[in-house]
Nanobody, 127 residues
Framework: QVQLVESGGGLVQAGGSLRLSCIVS????????MGWFRRAPGKEREFVAA????????NYADSVKGRFTISRDNARNTVYLQMNSLKPEDTAIYYC????????????????????WGQGTQVTVSS
């Protein structure tokens, strides 16, 4: 059983920063590509960022490029999302996701590409 637990959400003013963390249970963390998604009120869940098994490849939604950075620490079974220059439109519930990846460079930007999900952490950016 793989479980994901996010933390680090909160309330921040526009222009501020937050760092989200996601700890993954189990001994196979390095077998999973990891992703962050978000769902704003009244909207569908959308892709934010993803990172390959080794951490050597990343992908970002256009809306967060240059502001957000995804990283992982395979020794700590943890994936991070550093969010800088936050905007009110970044307000959403942020979800961590894990998807089994056959190749080190595999990465997915779609919800269906992931097998396990966390419960989410709320990020609210005030103007």
């Amino acid at each position: 059983q793989v479980q994901l637990v996010e933390s680090g959400g909160g309330l921040v003013q526009a222009g501020g920063s937050l760092r989200l963390s996601c700890i993954v249970s189990g001994r196979t963390f390095s077998s999973y590509a990891m992703g962050w998604f978000r769902r704003a009120p009244g909207k569908e869940r959308e892709f934010v960022a993803a990172i390959s098994r080794s951490g050597g490849r990343t992908n970002y939604a256009d809306s967060v490029k240059g502001r957000f950075t995804i990283s992982r620490d395979n020794a700590r079974n943890t994936v991070y999302l550093q969010m800088n220059s936050l905007k009110p439109e970044d307000t959403a519930i942020y979800y961590c996701a894990a998807g089994w990846a056959a190749l080190l460079a595999d990465i997915s930007t779609i919800v269906g590409g992931y097998d396990y999900w966390g419960q989410g952490t709320q990020v609210t950016v005030s103007s």
